[in-house]
C-alpha cells in the first residue's frame, strides 16, 4: 500500500521472504468487513469500494459506490452493506458484488454518523451530538427511524443479544435495545475522560479510556460497576479486544500491551511485546494482528504472558488502520490510502524433546536406539528439510533426513548409537526447518563404546566334570565366574537358580572406562544370592568398572551387596531384602551409580555409607528403599566439591529416618519422596551437613518432615546461601522457588508395595522443571523412583510367584485363629515373594469378591524362602460365625499370584450353656462292699458350634454326725 491509495495483496505464510501477489489502486481506507468472497471497504471520500478477493494473484475491483459523505464505518448484513458517513448512513445493496447500487439511505437534518452495528433488521448508529439511532432494516429501500437514544456525542457501539454497549464521551452506557422502538438506557458509568473503545465478555465490560482500561462488572445491568482500573498506559490507544483471561491494547506508540484480568478486581500486566507503533489490531484464532505505523504484526499469544512475532510485512508505506480476519486473510484499512490483504496460514512452531541425550555404555558390535520426538506446536506444516550429524557422525545415524509434521503433532526421529570403536563418541544432530525463529536446532549427542569381551556362563545345575565357562561346560558358581574374568568387556551371565555363595570381585579384576566387567542373570532368568542366614556378604566388590545388575540378594548375615575402595561402578535393577546389615554399603568410593534398585526388610539401611567411609561424586537414582530397619538412606562424610546426588528415589516407610546425613554429608537431594517414615523425613546428626533440597516430597514422618539434631547443622536450599535451622520444615517449605511440598503422595496401594503414583497424585509433573532427568514421554518429571527416564526400580519379570494351595486355618483359643501354609517362590520354586495379601469373608472367597473380602489386620510376616513353613495368628476378627480366608502373594515386580485354595474355620467365642435338671441317685447293696452305684441325670446344654467335650468332677458329700 502506497500514499497513491492502492490495493495490495502480500502471501507472509513465509515471514521470512513476504511475497508480493498483486495490488489494486482504490484510495484512502477507514474501516473494513470481509464477507465470503469481498472485502468491502469504507474508503474515506472515496465511499464504498468493493474488492474481490476470491483470486488473489488477480485481484480486480468489481466495484465501487462513491458517496458524498465522508466513509467512517461499515457493517455487512445479508445482501446489504451499511455505510456510516459525515452526511448520514448509506444502505448499498451488494447481492451482485460486481454492481452495487444505493436502495436507502438515512440522514436527519445533516447528522454525523461515527459507527454502525446492524442486528436482527435493525442498524444502530452512533452519531456526533445526536446519541444513539435506530433504524429499522427490514426493508432496506425505505429505512425508517424507529427509536434513539441519548443526545450527546457517541462513537464506538458494540451489540451483544439484547444490550448494545455505546462509549459517549466520558460515559460507557448499557442500553437495552430488546424493544428497538424504545432504546432505554438502563445503565451507564462516569469514566471522567475520553472513551475510546469498548469490549464486552461475559459479566464484564473493558473500557478504553485515555487515562488506562476501566474493568465493568455489567452482571446486573442496571447497575454497572467498577471493580478496578488499570492505570494508563504507555501512550495513547484506540482499540480494546478481549480473549480468554486477557484484554489487549493497541497503544500506539508503544505495541501490543497484554493485560491479565483473570482476577478482574486486580489486573495486571502480563506482557508489552514491542512493534513500530501499534494503530490497528484486532484478535483471533490464538494471534494478535497489529498494524503499525509502516509494518504489519501477527503475534503468537498461545502464551499471553510470552507473546512472539510469528509472522510479519515490513514494506507499508502509510499508516495502518482497522484490521479485520477471515479465515488464512488479513484485511488491513489503511487510514490513509487503501486496503492491504495479507495472506497468512499460520506458524510452525518446533519443539524437541531433549536438548541432548547419553547413551548407555555400547559394546563395540552393538547398538542402542533413542527416539528425539519433534514437535509442532503450531498450526502450520512444519518443514524439516535437513538432518545431519557432525563429530564421531560414524558412530550415530538417524532414521531419515528430511520429514514434516502436521500442526499440533509430532515426529519420531531414530537416533542410533552404534560405536566404531572402544571409547567416548560425541555427535551434533542438527536439525533444519521452517521455523520462523528457530530454523536450526543442535542436540548434543554422546556415548561410550566397549571393548568387546567374553561371555562367560555360569549354571549351578551344570553336573559335568568339565568347567570352563562355555555354554556347554558352565562355572557352577558366580565365583569361578569371576576367577575366569580377564579384562575390561567380559561378561558374566548367569543362568537361573538360587547360589548359596559369598561373591568377592577384587580390584584385580577391574574393567576399564571403555569396558566394564559386567556380571548379570541370563536373559529372561531369575537368580537370587542367598545367605541362607549363614553367609556374611553377597557381593563384595573392591574393583572399578564393574555393573551388578538384576539379581535377588537375600538373607546375608550383613550386608547384601558391599562397594569397599572402588571407582565408578553401577549397581542397577537389583533386589536386596532381607539381610542383617544394609541392603547395599558404600565404603570410600568414588563416581559410584546406584539406580533402579529395591531395597527393604535389611536390618540398618537400605543404601547406607560405612559411618566414617566418605562416598563421592556418587549418583543415586531411581531407588526404592521402604521398611528397613533403620534408615531408607544413609550418607556420612562426603568431601567439599564432590557432592553426591540423590535423584527421584521414594524413601518409605523405615523404622528410624528416611535419608540419615552425617559427618559432612551434603548431597543434593532432589525429585525424591521422603513419606511415612517412623523417625524424621531427612535428619541431620554432626556439623557442616549442607545439603540441597529441591522438588521432594516430604509427608507423614513420624518425628517430623525435616530435623537438624544439631544447630550448628547448615541448610542450603538454592544452593546460594546458608541459614542455621533447628526444625526447618516451614524454613524450607517457605523458600521460593524450590518446589518443596508436603502433601500426601498418593501411592497406588503402599501396604501392598505399589509405590506408583496415582493419577491425581501432587507428586505428578512436580519434579525440577529445569532437570535434565525428565520423564521417558518428555514431561516434567514425577518426584520418586518411578519418576524421570528410568531405569524402573528392580529388573524385567513378568512371573508371578507360585500360587499357594494349602493354607490350613484353625482357631487356636477364643479370641484368634492360626493360618499356616507353605511359602511360594517368587518364579516358580526359586527365591521368595515379596509380601503376601490375607483376606476373609463370611461367604467363600473368589477373584470376583476378593477386593470385597476385609484385608487382616495383623501384621503380616516377611515370605520366606520357597518351601518353607509359615504361620501366622490373626485377631480382631467377628465371633461366632464361620469364616474364610485365602492369600495372594506378589513380587517386587508387582506380579501377584492367583488365589490360594479357601481355608475355613468357625470362630467360638461364646462359652456353651450350663447343664440345668441335674439328678443323682443312689444305692448299696452289698453293705460291706466300699462300692456303690450312682445314677445322674441332667439336660444337655446347648452350643452355637456343638459341644466338643465335657469334664466330670464327682465327690462324696461330708458326713455329720
Known amino acids: 500500500m502506497t500514499g497513491s491509495g492502492t490495493l495490495y495483496v502480500i502471501d507472509i505464510s513465509d515471514p521470512s521472504s513476504p511475497q508480493e501477489i498483486s495490488s489494486y489502486y482504490i484510495g484512502g481506507g477507514r474501516s473494513v468487513t470481509v464477507l465470503g468472497n469481498y472485502a468491502y471497504v469504507a474508503a474515506e471520500r472515496y465511499g464504498l469500494r468493493v474488492i474481490d478477493v476470491s483470486v488473489l494473484s488477480s485481484l480486480k475491483e468489481v466495484s465501487s459506490y462513491d458517496t458524498k459523505g465522508f466513509m467512517r464505518g461499515v457493517a455487512v448484513y445479508r445482501d446489504y452493506a451499511y455505510m456510516a458517513a459525515d452526511d448520514g448512513l448509506y444502505i448499498i445493496d451488494i447481492s451482485d458484488p460486481s454492481s452495487p447500487k444505493e436502495v436507502g439511505s438515512y440522514d436527519e437534518n445533516d447528522i454525523v454518523m461515527s459507527d454502525v452495528a446492524v442486528s436482527k433488521g435493525y442498524a444502530y448508529i452512533t452519531t456526533v451530538g445526536r446519541g444513539l439511532k435506530v433504524v429499522d432494516v427490514s426493508r432496506p429501500l425505505s429505512p425508517k427511524e424507529v427509536g434513539s437514544y441519548g443526545e450527546g456525542n457517541m462513537w464506538s457501539i458494540e451489540v451483544s443479544d439484547r444490550y448494545a454497549y455505546v462509549a459517549s464521551g466520558d460515559e460507557f452506557h448499557i442500553i437495552d435495545i430488546s424493544d428497538p422502538t424504545s432504546p432505554r438506557g438502563i445503565g451507564s458509568y462516569k469514566i471522567g475522560n475520553e472513551v475510546r473503545d469498548i469490549a464486552v465478555s461475559d459479566n464484564y465490560t473493558y473500557v478504553l479510556a485515555d487515562s488506562g482500561l476501566y474493568v465493568i462488572d455489567i452482571s446486573d445491568p442496571t447497575f454497572p460497576k467498577e471493580v478496578s482500573f488499570y492505570e494508563r498506559m504507555e501512550d495513547w ?43 490497528g489490531m484486532t484478535v483471533s484464532g490464538g494471534y494478535a494482528y497489529v498494524a503499525g505505523w509502516n509494518d504489519f504484526y ?27 480476519v477471515v479465515g488464512d486473510y488479513v484485511y488491513i484499512a489503511d487510514s490513509g490510502a487503501g486496503l492491504y490483504i495479507l495472506r497468512f496460514t499460520g506458524m510452525v512452531d518446533i519443539t524437541v524433546s531433549a536438548g541432548s541425550h547419553t547413551f ?33 557422525e560414524e558412530s550415530f545415524e538417524v532414521s531419515e533426513p528430511s520429514f514434516t509434521v502436521p500442526g499440533k503433532d509430532e515426529h519420531h526421529l531414530k537416533v542410533t548409537f552404534a560405536p566404531s570403536s572402544p571409547g567416548l563418541k560425541r555427535a551434533i544432530l542438527t536439525i533444519k526447518s521452517n521455523d520462523y525463529d528457530e530454523g536450526t536446532v543442535r542436540i548434543a549427542l554422546s556415548g561410550r563404546g566397549l571393548t568387546p569381551g567374553r561371555s562367560i556362563i555360569v549354571d549351578a545345575s551344570n553336573t559335568s566334570d568339565i568347567e570352563d565357562g562355555t555354554p556347554a561346560h558352565p562355572y557352577n558358581t558366580i565365583t569361578e565366574g569371576v576367577n575366569a574374568v580377564i ?26 572406562a571403555e569396558g566394564f566387567i559386567t556380571i548379570l542373570p541370563k536373559e529372561g532368568a531369575l537368580v537370587v544370592l542367598d545367605g541362607e542366614g549363614a553367609l556374611s556378604t553377597g557381593f563384595t566388590v573392591e574393583a572399578d568398572y564393574v555393573k551388578i545388575k538384576g539379581f535377588i540378594v537375600q538373607n546375608y ?54 559411618f566414617d567411609q566418605s562416598t563421592i561424586n556418587s549418583l543415586f537414582k531411581n531407588n526404592l528403599c521402604y521398611k528397613n530397619g533403620r534408615y531408607g538412606i544413609y550418607m556420612a562424610k562426603s568431601e567439599s566439591g564432590a557432592r553426591n546426588q540423590l535423584i527421584n528415589n521414594t524413601v518409605y516407610g523405615n ?20 513419606a511415612n517414615n517412623t523417625g524424621f523425613g531427612i535428619s541431620e546428626d554432626w556439623v557442616g551437613e549442607n545439603p540441597t533440597l529441591k522438588y521432594n516430597c516430604i509427608f507423614g514422618n513420624t518425628l517430623g518432615q525435616y530435623k537438624l539434631y544439631s544447630s550448628e547443622g547448615n541448610l542450603s536450599i538454592l544452593n546460594t546461601s546458608d541459614e542455621i535451622n533447628t526444625a526447618s520444615t516451614a524454613s524450607w517449605l517457605g523458600t521460593p522457588n524450590v518446589g518443596n ?40 518429571n514425577d518426584m520418586g523412583a518411578y519418576g524421570g527416564p528410568g531405569p524402573v526400580p528392580g529388573y524385567f519379570d513378568d512371573t508371578p510367584p507360585g500360587q499357594v494351595m494349602d493354607l490350613r486355618a484353625y482357631q487356636t483359643n477364643r479370641y484368634y485363629v492360626t493360618l499356616t501354609w507353605t511359602a511360594p517362590g517368587d518364579n516358580g520354586d526359586i527365591g521368595s515373594a515379596a509380601t503376601y495379601d490375607i483376606r476373609y469373608a463370611t461367604v467363600p472367597i473368589t477373584e470376583a469378591n ?9 501384621t503380616l510376616p516377611i515370605p520366606k524362602v520357597s518351601g518353607a513353613s509359615e504361620m501366622i495368628q490373626v485377631f480382631g476378627l467377628p465371633k461366632d460365625r464361620a469364616l474364610y480366608f485365602a492369600l495372594k502373594s506378589v513380587d517386587e515386580m508387582l506380579n501377584w499370584s492367583g488365589i490360594s485354595n479357601v481355608a475355613k474355620v468357625s470362630l467360638d467365642r461364646t462359652a456353651p450353656s450350663k447343664p440345668i435338671n441335674l439328678t443323682a441317685n443312689g444305692s448299696n447293696p452289698s453293705p460291706w462292699k466300699s462300692t456303690k452305684t450312682f445314677t445322674i441325670d441332667w439336660t444337655n446344654p446347648t452350643d452355637s458350634t456343638g459341644i466338643a467335650g465335657a469334664w466330670y468332677k464327682l465327690g462324696e458329700a461330708p458326713s455329720y454326725p
Request: glycine share 12%; hydrophobic share 35%.
Open 557 to 610: 548375615l550383613s550386608d547384601g551387596i558391599c562397594l569397599t575402595g572402588c571407582k565408578s561402578d553401577i549397581i542397577s535393577g537389583n533386589v536386596v531384602r532381607n539381610n542383617g546389615g544394609n541392603g547395599i554399603k558404600l565404603r570410600n568410593v568414588d563416581d559410584i551409580t546406584i539406580e533402579g534398585n529395591i531395597c527393604h526388610h535389611n536390618k540398618l539401611a537400605g543404601i547406607g555409607n560405612e
Open 360 to 392: 548407555s555404555n555400547i559394546v563395540v558390535g552393538s547398538s542402542e536406539e533413542w527416539t528425539l520426538r519433534v514437535g509442532n506446536q503450531g498450526n502450520k506444516e512444519l518443514v524439516v528439510d535437513e538432518v545431519s550429524l557432525s563429530g564421531d
Open 487 to 512: 579384562g575390561g568387556g567380559d561378561t558374566i551371565r548367569v543362568a537361573e537358580g538360587v547360589y548359596n555363595e559369598e561373591v568377592v570381585v577384587p580390584s584385580a579384576k577391574s574393567g576399564n
Open 237 to 279: 490507544g484506540s482499540k480494546v479486544a478481549v480473549a480468554g483471561d486477557y484484554v489487549y491494547v493497541n497503544e500506539t506508540y508503544s505495541g501490543l500491551l497484554i493485560i491479565d484480568v483473570s482476577v478482574p478486581s486486580s489486573p495486571s500486566k502480563a506482557d508489552l511485546y514491542s512493534t513500530d507503533g501499534a494503530l
Open 741 to 780: 511440598i508436603v502433601q500426601d503422595p498418593m501411592f497406588v496401594d503402599a501396604s501392598h508395595i505399589d509405590y506408583h503414583l496415582q493419577a491425581g497424585s501432587p507428586c505428578v509433573d512436580a519434579g525440577d522443571p529445569n532437570s535434565i532427568f525428565n520423564d521417558a514421554d518428555g514431561s516434567v
Open 298 to 324: 501477527v503475534v503468537d499469544i498461545s502464551d499471553p504472558t510470552s507473546p512472539k512475532e510469528v509472522g510479519s510485512y515490513k514494506r507499508m508505506e502509510d499508516w495502518g488502520g482497522d484490521v479485520a
Open 850 to 858: 476378593w477386593e470385597e473380602a476385609t484385608p487382616v489386620k495383623t
Open 655 to 674: 523404622t528410624n529416618t528416611g535419608i540419615r546425613l552425617s559427618h559432612g554429608a551434603s548431597p543434593l537431594i532432589e525429585n525424591c519422596i521422603i
